[in-house]
């Protein structure tokens, strides 16, 4: 079985449609999508005009449930500009989607680990800032979860863990935003340190999952001019260097 897994697109349309080329070209089983779709500097509303027709399985992000249960005087600016911009039919699709999908049997589908939308799976950050996470600590955020495959997102940091009882747990990257910042629990900042838009090729061959990490290129300049056209200049070094502010600046 061979799974493209996407994630955290971020309402980027430029880069979820190279990404989708690339895709394509590889002919995969299925394509998952692991939820944070639409919220952004970008173009949240066009992004889900493309997503929705193509019935992925898909799951809900901790920004989806931000969108359509947070207060809007205390959103941040991406989620704020998405549940402005977003129509009812687009509201509804993200209302149905769930937090977690089995895509098989022993195939699980979450957007940070199977108990949580906002903790991360395969780092951890302490107050020396982000690592990454010991076998231990996978292991235990798995806990008893019975599956061969976990595919998870929200760091946005490509990165693979096989745990010596066998479970396979996989984080394809971001699509639409490599690099971003956060304070909780504490201040850190997560960088792939390049532009290029991740998704990755999960294949399982005579009953063992492999992982290809993939990198695809895009026009970045142009989806840093729609974040600048959004008033997001926060979002420019992000989308065109991978780091949260370009190196020497």
Known sequence: MKIAAISDVHGNLIALEAVLADIRARNPDVVVNLGDVLSGALRPRETADRLIPLGLPTIKGN??????????????PSDRMTRAVLLD???EWLRNLPDTLWLQNDILLVHGTPHSDMAYFLETVTEQGCRAATATEVGERAG???ASLILCGHTHIPRAVHLDDGRFIVNPGSVGLQAYEDQRPFPHQMET??????YAIVERVRGAWSVEFCAVDYDWAEAARQAEGNGRFDWIDPLCTGYVRAPGV
């Not at 920004?63 to 941040?76: C, I, K, Y």
Request: charge should be positive.
């Open 193 to 198: 340190r390049s532009p290029h838009a991740r």
């Open 63 to 76: 920004h989806e449930r931000q969108v359509l249960t947070g207060d809007p005087s205390r959103m941040s």
């Open 89 to 91: 039919g687009q509201h």
């Open 144 to 146: 008893n979860i019975d």
